[in-house]
């Protein structure tokens, strides 16, 4: 019997073994994570699971009674530590398993500050797993001062977090503005009001030096010499795709682990998906780190995987909740020379076009669901109403749909 076998036990993982089991796969399916936990959303962490308000197991994506409900073979808590391409096995510690296909979903890593400036000191996190945000939890507490390292998504998350549990909250952004590798200077501007009316201290164009501390970090050093007294750290600088099996096994690797459009790397019976993943989109290749990408190219694989020989066409969506603020943004603003804005019906309803010409690119929309959903079907339509049509408040948005 056939035996399908992926590495990396999160969302693009439990995706695909479900999916396979969905288009009615009868052979043998093993999922393997190397966190203890069953594959669950990491969105979440930052947001209310950080604050409180949500309980671990509503972060599971399935509990996990259902991979043995669908005779997915789910091996948690031990890493794969190789892959032996000619015989078809891997290896988790003294075991070996064999397989016909494999895929692999092994996310990304958080970079780390370097241990020179005290990126090993106590009271350093990063944030990619539960279990990192189960350690930063209990420094979360009124009073408390924090250094966020970092001015991206997940860094103004946690910011707006421990704002709003009343931490003295600073942010330090290297780039000239908050937010400038993923998102365009309006975006950022009512992102930053908002952390500013919390009360949270945002520095721009300002890296930091260095961290102080004997063991425990107590303090840091700007880039432009400003010392501060500090609790604790977080880092959000970024995250690497998670390339190192792929890499001892000799797959090509390009920003992450190379894939044809189909999904499948340079060995026929290897197939990538998710955040470790760079594969074929528009004229060039991309490699997306969000959830919805994790989940349709994990469906696509799996299809692929039995034979179906489809293209995956990425659909690039993404969201970010900060304070009373919803961001959701529809397809990629790469490339792009001008922003529009439409105001939305309420005062705090706004949404932000993005243009390569006429050609209509991205949209994000604050607390604005109806721009959100009608610029993502435009997107995927690959309609681009002109612009001042888009900024005209008597514009119907959903009457654009329809012409
Ligand atoms: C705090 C946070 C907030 C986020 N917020 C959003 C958001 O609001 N919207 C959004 O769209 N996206 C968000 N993301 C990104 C989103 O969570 C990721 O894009 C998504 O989880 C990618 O899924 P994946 O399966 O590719 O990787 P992951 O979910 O990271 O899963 C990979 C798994 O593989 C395991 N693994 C790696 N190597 C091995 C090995 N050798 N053996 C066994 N197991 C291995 C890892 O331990 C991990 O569990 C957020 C991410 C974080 C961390």
């Not at 391409?85 to 397989?99: C, E, F, M, S």
């Not at 942010?171 to 009001?193: C, G, N, Q």
């Not at 991309?286 to 034979?307: F, H």
Request: proline content about 4%.
């Amino acid at each position: 019997m056939s035996h399908i076998v992926v590495i990396g036990a999160g969302q693009a993982g439990q995706s695909l073994v479900t999916r396979l089991r969905v288009l009615g796969f009868a052979g043998q399916v093993t999922l393997i994570g190397e966190e203890p936990v069953p594959p669950y959303q990491r969105p979440p962490l930052t947001k209310k699971y950080l604050l409180g308000e949500t309980e671990v197991e509503r972060l599971y994506l399935r509990p996990e009674i259902f991979y043995a409900e669908h005779d997915i073979t789910l091996r948690l808590g031990r890493p794969v530590s190789a892959i032996d391409r000619t015989a078809k096995t891997l290896r988790i510690g003294n075991d070996q398993i064999t397989y016909d296909q494999l895929a692999l979903t092994t996310g990304a890593l958080p970079r780390r500050l370097p241990a020179a400036i005290g990126g090993d000191l106590a009271g350093v996190y990063t944030v990619r797993t539960l279990a990192d945000v189960d350690a930063m939890a209990v420094e979360f507490q009124p009073g408390r001062r924090v250094l966020i390292v970092g001015g991206g998504y997940i860094g103004l998350e946690a910011a707006a977090v421990a704002a709003l549990k009343g931490l003295h909250v600073t942010v330090v952004e290297m780039a000239t503005r908050i937010l400038s590798r993923v998102a365009a200077r309006e975006t950022a501007d009512v992102i930053r009001a908002a952390h500013e009316l919390h009360g949270v201290n945002i520095s721009e164009g300002v890296g930091l030096d260095h961290l102080t501390g004997k063991g425990r970090v107590n303090g840091a050093v700007l880039g432009d010499a400003t010392a501060m007294e500090l609790d604790f750290v977080i880092v959000g600088v970024g995250i690497d795709p998670e390339t190192r099996l792929a890499q001892a096994a000799g797959l090509a690797l390009e920003n992450g682990i190379r894939t044809d459009e189909l999904g499948q790397t340079t060995d026929a019976s290897i197939w990538a998906a998710g955040d470790c993943t760079s594969f074929p989109y528009k004229d060039g290749s991309v490699r997306l780190e969000n959830v919805g990408n994790a989940i349709d190219q994990a469906e696509a694989v799996a299809a692929n995987m039995l034979g179906a020989g489809q293209a995956y066409v990425a659909k690039p969506w993404f969201w970010s909740d900060q304070y009373d603020l919803k961001l959701q943004i529809a397809g990629l603003n790469t490339g792009y020379d001008r922003v529009v804005t439409r105001q939305g019906s309420a005062q705090d309803h706004i949404s932000f076009w993005y243009y390569q010409g006429d050609t209509l690119l991205a949209v994000d929309a604050i607390n604005d669901p109806r721009a959100y959903m009608v610029g993502k079907r435009l997107i995927e339509m690959g309609r681009s109403p002109k612009s001042d049509v888009i900024c005209d408040p008597a514009t119907n948005l959903k009457s654009l749909l329809k012409l």
